[in-house]
């Protein structure tokens, strides 16, 4: 029997407020690891860890990974769509890789939300969604990164995604594999030593909150982000408002699209 299921793609901020933004809602849905996307100094506040840990609670919501429940229970690629039908019982959020949903997606429909660039889209794809940016075919809309639904017959202005994450960004002086210093949650002081970039230590810039840095063991290039330390930081574990708002007007496409049908 034929289901229908929403996949969100990522598994970043948005898309995991995405993700649970419609696991509350009642709908199904699906996280999809997309591979070689770059390590991000937020990994701690969203699902991004999934995969090394094969299961990740956040906000009360758990996501397992097919990798955890084959290793526990004997089980091929075929078997995806036993696993998520399973997930879905349990109340927990099934997290697949490209080629185990193209298993799901023989037997189901697919709406794919796009919250990370894509080269292209998995097929059986009936829907896709995608988050300013993502360049996938067959886009019907986009949603902008304060959450405002562009649709195609209204004039808009492209919020810059940039104003979300000004002031306090450090970035690497050279290419090379982080070690970090500092956790996240410290209090900093001014050129307090933050992380080291093989023989280089990457220091503060201000006195303030650690509210993200880099995993150790990522091997990352000059001039990328690699830690943002905030006067007055709160609720550092918590997603910030701009992912909630994407996925309000991810929610927002979904039931407009029901609604026309």
Not at 109 to 120: F, I, M
């Given at each position: 029997?034929?289901?229908?299921?929403v996949?969100?793609?990522?598994?970043?901020?948005?898309?995991?407020?995405?993700?649970?933004?419609?696991?509350?809602a009642?709908?199904?849905?699906?996280?999809?690891?997309?591979?070689?996307?770059?390590?991000?100094?937020?990994?701690?506040?969203?699902?991004?860890?999934?995969?090394?840990?094969?299961?990740?609670?956040?906000?009360?919501?758990?996501?397992?990974?097919?990798?955890?429940?084959?290793?526990?229970t004997?089980?091929?690629?075929?078997d995806?769509?036993?696993?998520?039908?399973?997930?879905?019982?349990d109340?927990?959020i099934?997290?697949?890789?490209?080629?185990?949903l193209?298993?799901?997606?023989?037997?189901?429909?697919?709406?794919?939300?796009?919250?990370?660039?894509?080269?292209?889209?998995?097929?059986?794809?009936?829907?896709?969604?995608?988050?300013?940016?993502?360049?996938t075919?067959?886009t019907?809309?986009t949603?902008?990164?304060?959450?405002?639904?562009?649709?195609?017959?209204?004039?808009?202005?492209?919020?810059?995604?940039?104003?979300?994450?000004?002031?306090?960004l450090l970035?690497?002086?050279v290419?090379?594999?982080?070690?970090?210093?500092?956790?996240v949650?410290?209090?900093?002081?001014?050129?307090?030593?933050?992380?080291?970039?093989?023989?280089?230590?990457?220091?503060?810039?201000?006195e303030?909150?650690?509210?993200?840095?880099?995993?150790?063991g990522?091997?990352?290039?000059?001039?990328?982000?690699?830690?943002?330390?905030?006067?007055?930081?709160?609720h550092?574990?918590?997603?910030?408002?701009?992912?909630w708002?994407?996925?309000?007007?991810?929610?927002e496409?979904?039931?407009?699209?029901?609604?026309?049908?």
């Amino acid at each position: 029997m034929s289901r229908q299921y929403v996949v969100v793609t990522g598994l970043n901020d948005e898309a995991t407020a995405t993700a649970i933004r419609f696991y509350r809602a009642g709908i199904p849905v699906i996280l999809m690891d997309v591979e070689d996307t770059p390590p991000s100094i937020y990994a701690h506040r969203n699902f991004s860890h999934l995969l090394t840990l094969g299961r990740k609670e956040r906000f009360g919501v758990e996501a397992r990974t097919f990798a955890d429940y084959s290793y526990h229970t004997p089980a091929d690629i075929n078997d995806s769509t036993a696993f998520v039908s399973r997930c879905i019982a349990d109340r927990l959020i099934p997290c697949l890789r490209e080629e185990e949903l193209a298993a799901v997606a023989r037997d189901n429909e697919l709406t794919l939300l796009c919250c990370v660039p894509l080269p292209s889209a998995p097929a059986a794809v009936t829907e896709i969604y995608a988050l300013e940016g993502c360049q996938t075919p067959r886009t019907r809309y986009t949603v902008d990164y304060s959450g405002m639904v562009l649709y195609p017959a209204l004039e808009y202005e492209t919020t810059d995604a940039s104003i979300y994450e000004s002031g306090g960004l450090l970035k690497a002086p050279v290419d090379g594999v982080v070690q970090t210093i500092k956790s996240v949650g410290d209090a900093i002081r001014i050129h307090e030593p933050l992380l080291h970039l093989d023989r280089h230590n990457v220091e503060s810039e201000t006195e303030g909150i650690l509210t993200g840095i880099l995993p150790s063991g990522s091997f990352i290039k000059a001039g990328t982000v690699v830690a943002r330390v905030e006067k007055g930081a709160k609720h550092i574990e918590r997603l910030p408002a701009q992912s909630w708002a994407v996925a309000g007007a991810f929610l927002e496409l979904f039931f407009y699209e029901k609604k026309l049908k």
